[in-house]
């Protein structure tokens, strides 16, 4: 158990509403990270965040934006959702200072399913 | 450009023998390479994980074999066990780039009695 919980577990809206995903961690992690999962493309990252307020776009980011206000906290946003945007959505924490690990590891969240109409 | 790639879709084992999944990459730059493993409504679970100075690296029941030459890594799980069916995703990142990592798209294993 990686210490980090994702709300919704499930939505649906419709085209053109905004939409916020919300990831939460209970370890002060300093690296957060959005990816979606869609079959035959595995998971493509979409943004990622390296400190509180600090942020980068990762390979998917077209139609997301995110917002980290503090540590524990990583929002995901659909400014006006599509279609295409209908996914699961799993968050990610970075873990520092692994006994025998790289520090390259990610921990992900239970994931949140995202149907738009 | 799928840089990282599993182009075994689905893999069925019987129980007790070994499963190996293989996964590819392109990229040269990669240096870090790990599996996971997704059962269906959860997230995927870290397994096991290896650098580009190693060529191999065992846990338990799972080892990773990497051969950069050839930019191919395999896992193999020995034995295999029910529990093991899920999907199995290989990914890939590499120095100075906040661990950011670029996934295959997955082989989903059965394990059959």
């Known amino acids: 158990d990686a210490g980090i919980t994702q709300s919704p577990r499930h939505k649906v809206t419709e085209t053109g509403t905004p939409v916020t995903l919300r990831c939460h961690q209970t370890?002060?992690?300093?690296?957060m990270y959005w990816y979606r999962q869609d079959p035959g493309h595995g998971l493509r990252l979409i943004h990622y965040?390296?400190?509180?307020?600090?942020?980068d776009k990762g390979e998917v980011s077209d139609g997301y934006s995110v917002s980290r206000s503090k540590t524990e906290d990583f929002l995901l946003t659909l400014e006006s959702a599509t279609s295409s945007q209908t996914s699961v959505y799993f968050c990610?924490?970075?873990?520092?200072?692994?006994?025998?690990?790289?520090?390259?590891?990610?921990?992900f969240g239970p994931g949140t399913r995202l149907t738009v109409l | 450009d799928q840089q990282v790639k599993q182009n075994s879709p689905s893999l069925s084992v019987q129980e007790g023998r070994i499963s190996i999944l293989n996964c590819d990459y392109t990229?040269?730059?990669?240096?870090?390479f790990l599996w996971y493993k997704k059962y269906p409504a959860e997230g995927p679970t870290f397994l096991i994980s290896?650098?580009?100075?190693?060529d191999k690296n065992e846990d338990g029941r799972f080892t990773v074999f990497l051969n950069k030459s050839a930019k191919h890594l395999s896992l193999h799980i020995v034995p295999s066990q029910p529990g093991d069916s899920a999907v199995y995703f290989c990914?890939?990142?590499?120095?100075?780039?906040?661990?950011?990592?670029?996934f295959g798209t997955g082989t989903r294993l059965q394990v059959t009695l």
């Open positions: 990610a924490i970075r873990r520092t200072g692994l006994a025998g690990g790289s520090n390259n590891e990610q921990f």
């Open positions: 370890e002060n992690h300093r690296y």
């Open positions: 965040s390296y400190g509180v307020k600090d942020t």
């Open positions: 990229n040269s730059m990669f240096d870090y």
């Open positions: 290896i650098s580009s100075i190693k």
């Open positions: 990914a890939a990142s590499r120095q100075g780039t906040a661990s950011k990592l670029t």
